[in-house]
């Protein structure tokens, strides 16, 4: 357990519709990243957020918006969607290693299936 | 141009012998950060290895080791003693960029198969 938390874990919705996807970092963690896996694919960086602020943003569709709030829990919203937005969202937070070194430890995904 | 390749879309090993996964790596930054996933299955993403680049020393976590060779820009994972549960995809990340906005880039993956 890597003590990032998301829900749902498996969303089922049809074209045209509008989601939410939601995570929690690990305790302390002040960074949350989003990334999109569709399938057989790499891992796609969408947005990162710190404390609240956005930081990067990546492939992120225009359609797709995301916030961090002050408990610093994420939300990803996915709205207009269509079959090619049917994927696994990963959420991740940063964490500082021993050498003090920044990684990331990802929840356990959202599975969005459009139809 | 591909910021991390991963040549091998699948491995197989037999179980119990060692395995290396290879990864290349292209940055102009002098600090960065290398990592290997894996993802089971079931589909969750479990950090294994961190290599960073001023370190020295090859990292190693148990039966996982990172082959890190700066000049070749190359950070292969090497997996000794295979098991079945090691089956699964493999991804090589790299981090770079400024501390606050750190980008994090993955390659398309390794899927290893372990033989019994």
């Known amino acids: 357990d890597s003590g990032v938390t998301q829900t749902p874990k498996h969303l089922i919705t049809a074209t045209g519709q509008r989601v939410t996807l939601r995570c929690s970092p690990r305790s302390g963690d002040l960074s949350v990243y989003w990334y999109q896996q569709s399938l057989d694919q790499g891992l796609q960086f969408l947005i990162q957020y710190y404390n609240g602020e956005e930081r990067a943003k990546g492939n992120i569709l225009e359609r797709f918006s995301a916030q961090q709030f002050p408990d610093l829990h994420s939300e990803l919203n996915l709205s207009s969607l269509e079959l090619g937005d049917s994927a696994l969202y990963f959420c991740?937070?940063?964490?500082?290693?021993?050498?003090?070194?920044?990684?990331?430890?990802f929840g356990p995904g959202t599975r969005l299936t459009v139809l | 141009a591909q910021k991390i390749t991963q040549t091998q879309p699948g491995m197989f090993v037999q179980e119990k012998e060692a395995v290396t996964l290879d990864c290349t790596y292209d940055?102009?930054?002098?600090?960065?950060?290398l990592f290997w996933y894996k993802q089971p299955s079931s589909g969750e993403m479990i950090f294994l290895i961190y290599?960073?680049?001023?370190?020295?020393q090859n990292a190693t976590e148990g039966r996982y080791s990172l082959n890190f060779q700066k000049a070749r820009k190359s950070a292969n994972l090497v997996i000794s003693a295979s098991q079945l549960g090691d089956s699964a995809m493999y991804f090589c990340?790299?981090?770079?960029?400024?501390?606050?906005?750190?980008?994090?880039?993955f390659g398309t993956g390794t899927r290893l198969k372990v033989l019994a």
């Open positions: 990340a790299m981090r770079e960029g400024p501390s606050g906005t750190y980008k994090y880039i």
């Open positions: 991740a937070s940063s964490a500082r290693l021993a050498g003090g070194q920044d990684t990331q430890y």
């Open positions: 290599q960073g680049s001023y370190d020295e």
């Open positions: 940055t102009s930054d002098q600090s960065y950060g």
